[in-house]
T-cell receptor, first 111, second 112 residues
Framework: KQEVTQIPAALSVPEGENLVLNCSFTDSAIYNLQWFRQDPGKGLTSLLLIQSSQREQTSGRLNASLDKSSGRSTLYIAASQPGDSATYLCAVYFGNEKLTFGTGTRLTIIP | DTAVSQTPKYLVTQMGNDKSIKCEQNLGHDTMYWYKQDSKKFLKIMFSYNNKELIINETVPNRFSPKSPDKAHLNLHINSLELGDSAVYFC???????????FGNGTRLTVT
């Protein structure tokens, strides 16, 4: 069964610190992996998309890595800010026309 | 300009009623989706349409019927609403499988 897991479910970090969010998936035969953020009461915003042939993608203070062989991806956030507080979701295209989501990590940046 | 817009934002209704949620995207994308987010925040795909044609129908009760009048619109009609249908429903679109999804802001459906 193709599954996506995100641990921990919640994370609190003091402002200014660097942090890493984790995502693991059960099948290494993936097309791509996407990271989203969801603010309370809002839809999802796409942050980064990593193709299966890539190892990482960067956008501003965000860096996402992909290790297909171990079934892992990380989202690194540098110099965290209170505005980074949100739920971060990892989603994987396993090549079956479906994007499978993890349950997310709720991130709180403490001012 | 809102790229993916869905209406209404909130919908409160009684069991047994029939309701519709509308979705429109102005991004020119070929593929549109409906996702359901349950109380535990788990997002699961319900339907996927590509150029008005149904691609994915994920073990969703046939009380749920998507309608795509054109590739910019994908509406969701729900018959005989049940308590378990209470959730947030998200519409999304993308140019294709290898492109990021763009989500609407969600419709919070509450069935009483």
């Amino acid at each position: 069964k193709q599954e996506v897991t995100q641990i921990p479910a919640a994370l609190s970090v003091p402002e200014g610190e660097n942090l890493v969010l984790n995502c693991s998936f059960t099948d290494s035969a993936i097309y791509n992996l996407q990271w989203f953020r969801q603010d309370p009461g809002k839809g999802l915003t796409s942050l980064l998309l990593i193709q299966s042939s890539q190892r990482e993608q960067t956008s501003g203070r965000l860096n996402a890595s992909l290790d297909k062989s171990s079934g892992r991806s990380t989202l690194y956030i540098a110099a965290s800010q209170p505005g980074d507080s949100a739920t971060y979701l990892c989603a994987v295209y396993f090549g079956n026309e479906k994007l499978t989501f993890g349950t997310g990590t709720r991130l709180t940046i403490i001012p | 300009d809102t790229a993916v817009s869905q209406t209404p934002k909130y919908l409160v209704t009684q069991m047994g009623n029939d309701k519709s949620i509308k979705c429109e995207q102005n991004l020119g994308h070929d593929t549109m989706y409906w996702y359901k987010q349950d109380s535990k925040k788990f997002l699961k795909i319900m339907f996927s349409y590509n150029n008005k044609e149904l691609i994915i129908n994920e073990t969703v009760p046939n009380r749920f019927s998507p309608k795509s009048p054109d590739k910019a619109h994908l509406n969701l009609h729900i018959n005989s609403l049940e308590l378990g249908d209470s959730a947030v429903y998200f519409c999304a679109s993308s140019p294709g499988n290898n492109s990021p999804l763009h989500f609407g802001n969600g419709t919070r459906l509450t069935v009483t």
